[in-house]
């Protein structure tokens, strides 16, 4: 039996409830979240470690170099990335590995990493991912229109993942993200026959 | 919302307790398991629509000159099938239907329906296996050991079954087998975006 974890991407819009549904999934002990490297530098009670890892750009470059990225990608002038040590130890420890990465990154993980999953956490519908957009009520009316507007593209790119699940009741949807994560580690390509003929 | 149920091919060595696994997969209502057609006599007890649907060679052959078979082969000059209308007509309602067939029918189900699923429902060990066989001490001991050399054949095609589920304690495995019906509704090939973006 293969017992090395899954690398899981999930994606999906803000307000879709992706952060809510991986605090559930890393209760169970089993999955661990991978921290992001970023060259940008912390804001406010942003701590290394927690949020970022917060690197200076000869270090991110020199990681780079020695392939130390699952993938990363430059925004607005910043680096970021997923630092591919931990992950991988955490695998070979049997966990579950989850990156939230945007839509556009997934593409690149998939390449670099063809036996990682995806999932795309999608919204009940616009209506209701406006609803809790409006919630948070911390954005301005440019700010959440322009969100909606994203959330629209990214739905677009959904069928690229290998499931969409719809994050309706949390308890729901976590509990169908665990049916993935455990369908996965049941497919045929996991399992040794030879264990069982001897 | 593509919402028609999972055509299911399980498999699996005399004793590894297909069987067991299957009724307790119906008993939740949305599983309904495939009766295949036979040309051969009926044994015993057995009642035409239960255990099989008990055909003449001619009514066999029409059905098979109609299209009327999702697989079917010859054994001992018997012939054996799958009807495809009833399995049709159970997804059409969003049941998964299970046909449980030998190892030997699974390539040509999915030649036919590439959209199938295939379970391989393996023993723990060869010894477990063995024990099981024992126990139910009808056969003869030259029968025992024609199934355990069978189930090695059998166990060495797993390989070709996009599952393979372990049947230890049954209540862990009828949970897995769940776990994949499950995750293979939430595959994205099966959601519409466009129901969410209008």
Same mark, same amino acid.
């Given at each position: 039996?293969?017992?090395?974890?899954?690398?899981?991407?999930?994606?999906?819009?803000?307000?879709?409830?992706?952060?809510?549904?991986?605090?559930?999934? *890393?209760?169970? &002990?089993?999955?661990?979240?991978?921290?992001?490297?970023?060259?940008?530098?912390?804001?406010?009670?942003?701590? $290394?470690?927690?949020?970022?890892?917060?690197?200076?750009?000869?270090?991110?470059? $020199?990681?780079?170099?020695?392939?130390?990225?699952?993938?990363?990608?430059?925004?607005?002038?910043?680096?970021?990335?997923?630092?591919?040590?931990?992950?991988?130890?955490?695998?070979?420890?049997?966990?579950?590995?989850?990156?939230?990465?945007?839509?556009? &990154?997934?593409?690149?993980?998939?390449?670099?990493?063809?036996?990682?999953?995806?999932?795309?956490?999608?919204?009940?519908?616009?209506?209701?991912?406006e609803h809790r957009l409006r919630?948070?009520?911390? $954005?301005?009316?440019?700010?959440?229109?322009?969100?909606?507007?994203?959330?629209?593209?990214?739905?677009?790119?959904?069928?690229?993942?290998?499931?969409?699940?719809?994050?309706?009741?949390?308890?729901?949807?976590?509990? $169908?993200?665990?049916? *993935?994560?455990?369908?996965?580690?049941?497919?045929?390509?996991?399992?040794?026959?030879?264990?069982?003929? &001897?």
């Open positions: 039996m293969k017992n090395k974890g899954l690398l899981v991407v999930i994606s999906g819009p803000a307000g879709a409830g992706k952060g809510t549904v991986v605090t559930e999934l *890393v209760k169970d &002990g089993n999955v661990e979240v991978s921290i992001s490297a970023t060259t940008r530098a912390p804001r406010g009670q942003e701590k $290394d470690g927690v949020e970022y890892h917060f690197l200076s750009r000869e270090q991110f470059q $020199d990681m780079i170099e020695n392939d130390g990225f699952l993938e990363y990608a430059q925004y607005c002038g910043n680096y970021y990335g997923s630092p591919k040590k931990q992950a991988e130890e955490w695998m070979h420890q049997g966990k579950d590995v989850i990156l939230e990465i945007e839509v556009q &990154g997934c593409e690149k993980i998939k390449q670099q990493s063809p036996d990682c999953i995806s999932i795309f956490i999608m919204p009940p519908s616009m209506e209701i991912l919630k948070r009520a911390t $954005d301005s009316e440019e700010s959440i229109l322009h969100r909606l507007a994203r959330a629209k593209e990214e739905i677009r790119l959904a069928e690229n993942y290998d499931y969409i699940i719809v994050n309706g009741p949390i308890e729901e949807c976590v509990a $169908d993200v665990k049916s *993935v994560l455990n369908a996965e580690k049941l497919k045929a390509n996991r399992f040794d026959v030879k264990e069982i003929l &001897g």
